[in-house]
């Protein structure tokens, strides 16, 4: 088992910027992929970052404004945003796999384990 625990999430006006910080604990060691998912009211989840195996993945709508790295001495996963729009508010969950399928790495919202989630609002 894999235990998620984001934060950093909060209120920004557009054009600011926000780190988000995802502590795992648990059985950590097996996890290969490690990535962020957001969900704004009304709309389907949306991948929008993910790492592991030596590679990254960002959606497009994000490219050149938000960042995914990894702190693996404390298990710890980040997500540097940068250039926030009000479109960005969401919730934005934390997901880890144990799985290596290369299929898998920008298939987010599949990904085993999530976090409880924190918020994202953008002010235009």
């Known amino acids: 088992q894999v235990h998620l625990v984001e934060s950093g999430g909060g209120s920004v006006q557009a054009g600011g910027s926000l780190r988000l910080s995802c502590a795992a604990s648990g059985d950590t060691y097996s996890t290969y992929f490690m990535g962020w998912f957001r969900q704004a009211p009304g709309k389907e989840r949306e991948g929008v970052a993910a790492t592991g195996g030596g590679t990254t993945y960002i959606t497009d709508s994000v490219k050149g404004r938000f960042t995914i790295s990894q702190d693996n001495a404390n298990n710890t996963l980040y997500l540097q945003m940068n250039s926030l729009k009000p479109e960005d508010t969401a919730m934005y969950y934390c997901?880890?796999?144990?799985?290596?399928?290369?299929?898998?790495?920008?298939?987010?919202?599949?990904?085993?384990?999530w976090g409880q989630g924190t918020q994202v609002f953008v002010s235009s």
């Open positions: 997901a880890a796999d144990q799985r290596k399928g290369w299929w898998l790495l920008p298939r987010i919202v599949e990904y085993n384990y």
